[in-house]
Structure formats: C-alpha cells, structure tokens
C-alpha cells in the first residue's frame, strides 16, 4: 500500500475550514488520513485507497469534558486523534454533507478557541524570545554564548510573529 | 422535574436575560433548553430536536457540545449524572424562567406576524 507525506499541512491551511476541504480533497483521490497524532500538523502521513467522500471537522479542546466523544460519536463521527487541543473528525456520506457546527454561535465559538489556543502559544514564544533578546545584550555572557541567545531569541520572536497572523487569518475567517 | 441550583439567584437570572445573552436566545439554544424539560443526554437532545421540528432542525454535535457547555456555566442547565461515556442534563429553575421569558417575547412576535398573514 502506497503512502503520501504532508509536511507542515495545519501551517499551509490555517483556517480551520480550509484545513477541513484539504483534507476532504486528499480523501476524494483516495488519499485517506487514518490516524492523527501530537505530530501530525508537522509530519502528515496519507494511505492511499478507494476515493470516499468524507466530510472532516477539527475542533478545539483542551479540556474537553467526559462525554465529548460519545457526543461525537453518537452522531456518526470519527475520532481519528488529536494534534495538540486540535481534535480531527470525519463523517462518510453520500449526499447531504454533515455539519458538526450548525449555528453561526457556535461556528465564531469554534474559531474563537483557536485563535486562544494559538495567542497563548504566541504569547508563550513572544515572551521567551524577549527574554532571549535581552539576556544576549545585558547578561554576562561570552561573546558566543551572547550570539548563541541572540540567534535563539530571533528565532522564538519570529515563530511568534509567525502565530500573530495565523492568529489573524484565522479571525477573518471565523464565520467559516 | 427541574433543578433548583443553590447558588443561584434572581438576580443572576435577570442579568443573563438583560446583557442579552438569552433575549434574544438563538433557535438552538431555544430547543436545547427546551428538549432539557427532562433529562437527555447530548445525542439525546439532537434526537429530540430533530423528531420535534420533523427534520427541519438538525444540531451538529459541535454545536450540541459547545451549547451545552455554555449553558452548564451560566447555571441554566445542570448535570444530573454521569455515565461511562453519556452525561444527562436537566434544565434549572434559571434555565426554566430563562425560557419562559423567551416564549412570552416569542408569543408576542407571533401575535403580531400573524397580523401579516
């Protein structure tokens, strides 16, 4: 059975809409995600099958409450894993493609967890980038070690600037 | 049956209604609410929707999920019981005058569309 690697996919399709129909796309030409793991929006692996049609949710929990599968569940759902607080679902059907999200209330709530989730992780870096920043020009460091903090701290502040507009796209977005 | 929460208050009630969270309460939430006269669980409710609107009404469990959750916090629902994997709701007294408030505006509205009928 043939195999397909995704790198970085959840970073490509950041909205979570577009993550979705990327994923139903792969499904269409018979690329078919079996499993999701902690890893998974870096490395993505597909198993190639029969063409299916299947409608994908992800949705934001990092703490869900006990009977959050079974609510999935129970209605027909998936559970393929979780990446982080992103879990993935899936649904087969045939015509009328399911919704998980039926109202415009609970649609902006889901986005909205995103966009937290994401500006805690920003925040996260932003601060240890800072710190990074400023122990390169004020700690008593040697000259490579001061370079080494430096480099390190560029590194987290860009990866946080990176958040910022996944941040932001994901917003303009959240009717999605 | 409904629950009395004891830390629950007029004043609580009122607020809810007041910042405008529940008036107007979206049709989801309305039937939620509704459905939670008795106990159910998270498929439970959608089953009952669904039959009770005769298809029209279809809640994904998302937003079941996500609703439920919501009104846990602001007290207008509470869990009665817990299972292996279910968790039964029942509407509280908030939860109750919440939705009586809601039928009154909701009655009244109706009054007049008829008007336009």
Known sequence: MSTKREWFAAFRYVAPADFEDWLEAQAHEGWQLEHVGQWSSILMTFQKGEPATYRYVIDAQVSPRPDYLATYQDAGWEHLGRMASAHVWRRRYDDLRPEAFTDAETVRARSQRFVGAVAVAASVLALGGLAMLLASFFADLSAGDANQMLAAGIL?????????FVAVRIWRQRDR | MVITLRDASA?????????????PMSETMFYILFALRSERHGYGVMQYVKGLTEGRIVLGAGTIYTSLGKLEA???????SRGDRRTNYLITSQGAEVLRQEARRITEMSRYAKEIL
């Open chain 1, 156 to 164: 987290f502040a860009s990866m946080a600037v990176l958040l910022i």
């Open chain 2, 11 to 23: 004043r609580d009630m009122v607020r809810l209604v007041r910042n405008r969270r529940y008036s």
């Open chain 2, 74 to 80: 602001d007290g207008l629902i509470a869990v009665t």
